[in-house]
């Protein structure tokens, strides 16, 4: 098993660098890409499939995704149909870059899918998103001095997949422990902290102090945007 998980500074690095490595047409696409992979934990069959007509309340403050199966991919059972919460999960400055992508990139063409490159019409290769963060930490790191946290494997370099399992490791930070800890793993103030809490896992509870609806964590099961 793969122990992988990306800080939050180098998430940072990364998109700074997809703007310093990357053609000025692709770029917006690319750091929307990682920013989501990074937030929302999706997979990235389900992210590469994202079509313009599976984004919901564009425009209002709660804009989310919908993962459904289409013509591009199947999702992986039937669970993982579910909606995304992106007003919850990715900050204001991010939710705010996705919502300009999207009004400045929909067109009529409501199968038109997001992550394409400006001369095509269908969704960027698969492999696409792997070889560009390998070249984006190597351009970040050329004396590889950052590395993935597994330990059962020699090879330390990412999977795209690290970012899925970077995003439950924050999630799962944020519902169980303290603030101090959750704000140094994982870069969410507590502002972002409060957010992904009262709007996702305890939204009835948004009137009450944070003590109160954390005594109910125990209650709560995985949301299915985890799944």
Same mark, same amino acid.
């Given at each position: 098993?793969?122990?992988?998980?990306?800080? @939050?500074?180098?998430?940072?690095?990364?998109?700074?660098?997809?703007?310093?490595?990357?053609?000025?047409?692709?770029?917006?696409? +690319?750091?929307?890409? +990682?920013?989501?992979?990074?937030?929302? /934990?999706?997979?990235?069959?389900?992210?590469?499939?994202?079509?313009?007509?599976?984004?919901?309340?564009? /425009?209002?403050?709660?804009?989310?995704?919908?993962?459904?199966?289409?013509?591009?991919?199947?999702?992986?059972?039937? /669970?993982?149909?579910?909606?995304?919460?992106?007003?919850?999960?990715?900050?204001?400055?991010?939710?705010?870059?996705?919502?300009?992508?999207?009004?400045?990139?929909?067109?009529?063409?409501?199968?038109?899918?997001?992550?394409?490159?400006?001369?095509?019409?269908? @969704?960027?290769?698969? %492999?696409? @998103?792997?070889?560009? $963060?390998?070249?984006?930490?190597?351009?970040?790191?050329?004396?590889?001095?950052?590395?993935?946290?597994?330990?059962?494997?020699?090879?330390?370099? +990412?999977?795209?997949?690290?970012?899925? %399992?970077?995003?439950?490791?924050? $999630?799962? $930070?944020?519902?169980?422990?303290?603030?101090?800890?959750?704000?140094?793993?994982?870069?969410?103030?507590?502002? %972002?902290?409060?957010?992904?809490?009262?709007?996702?896992?305890? @939204?009835?509870?948004?009137?009450?102090?944070?003590?109160?609806?954390?005594?109910?964590?125990?209650?709560? %099961?995985?949301?299915?945007?985890?799944?």
């Amino acid at each position: 098993v793969r122990a992988e998980w990306i800080s @939050p500074n180098l998430y940072q690095r990364i998109l700074l660098q997809i703007r310093r490595s990357i053609d000025p047409m692709e770029a917006d696409m +690319f750091l929307l890409l +990682f920013i989501l992979a990074y937030r929302t /934990g999706m997979r990235k069959k389900e992210l590469l499939g994202l079509r313009f007509s599976d984004i919901e309340a564009i /425009g209002t403050d709660e804009p989310s995704l919908l993962i459904r199966p289409n013509n591009y991919r199947k999702t992986k059972t039937e /669970g993982s149909i579910r909606r995304v919460a992106l007003y919850a999960l990715l900050s204001p400055q991010e939710l705010e870059f996705f919502t300009e992508y999207v009004k400045s990139n929909h067109i009529s063409k409501q199968q038109q899918y997001l992550f394409t490159l400006s001369t095509e019409n269908t @969704p960027i290769p698969s %492999h696409t @998103p792997l070889k560009l $963060l390998d070249k984006i930490v190597k351009d970040i790191s050329p004396n590889a001095d950052i590395q993935n946290t597994s330990t059962q494997n020699t090879d330390t370099k +990412f999977t795209f997949h690290a970012f899925r %399992h970077t995003a439950i490791s924050n $999630l799962a $930070l944020a519902l169980n422990a303290d603030d101090a800890l959750t704000q140094t793993l994982t870069g969410l103030n507590t502002k %972002h902290i409060d957010q992904v809490l009262c709007k996702i896992w305890f @939204p009835i509870r948004c009137h009450e102090s944070r003590p109160i609806y954390k005594l109910s964590q125990k209650q709560c %099961h995985i949301p299915p945007f985890q799944r």
